[in-house]
């Protein structure tokens, strides 16, 4: 049954993994499906060209609800381990990453030059590490009070599916700027909850 207090994206990628539930597709496989879309979407970008980051944004869009689709099929089956775990995590940093660093590689041509470059390095790192302290901070506090800031819904990392509409509208440069500035303060801002939900356990 599905938990309506749940995300919206959430919610659809139950309902896209529930008849799969008896299948031998595991939640392995999906990860690695997202695997593959996030590391297209990175390439896509990298390229600097409209149709090629256009096509890399929608594959990231793809690979960001993937990264939910794993997660319901594992509860769905019981189909929990140690290794599947650490896979998910080490995707969700390689693709966060190298998708900033991708925009950046991509938006070297432009007016940004080749501080591009470190701008999507400090874009990416920030928000893998904000993804690493959420996922610690969830397995000291539980998820549903570690949830982060969201609005019915919706969540904060939700703003992400918007990437076709950037590249499709040319927003990349300015969406790369801000999230140099943004990335890293809202990491800090993650990092205090991080300090704090460590002196509760």
Not at 16 to 25: E, H, M, Q
Request: glycine share 10%; proline share 4%.
């Amino acid at each position: 049954m599905i938990n309506n207090d749940k995300p919206l994206d959430a919610q659809l990628a139950y309902r896209l993994v529930y008849p799969l539930r008896n299948s031998w597709l595991t939640p392995n496989y999906l990860t690695t499906v997202r695997l593959f879309f996030g590391l297209a979407a990175a390439a896509g970008l990298s390229t600097g060209q409209y149709a090629w980051s256009n096509a890399g944004a929608f594959c990231f869009m793809l690979s960001n609800f993937l990264d939910h689709a794993d997660g319901e099929l594992a509860r769905l089956t019981g189909n929990f381990s140690t290794t599947g775990h650490r896979y998910d995590l080490a995707s969700d940093a390689i693709v966060n990453t190298l998708l900033f660093i991708g925009i950046g590689i991509g938006q070297v041509r432009g007016g940004l030059g080749y501080w591009a470059i470190p701008m999507g390095v400090a874009s990416g790192t920030a928000v893998a590490a904000i993804f690493h302290m959420r996922n610690e901070i969830e397995k000291t506090i539980g998820k549903t009070a570690a949830r982060q800031p969201h609005m019915g819904k919706f969540e904060a990392e939700d703003v992400l599916y918007l990437m076709p509409l950037v590249a499709i509208m040319e927003w990349l440069m300015p969406f790369l700027c801000l999230a140099t500035l943004g990335a890293p303060v809202f990491a800090l801002w993650v990092w205090r909850e991080y300090k704090t939900a460590g002196m509760q356990s």
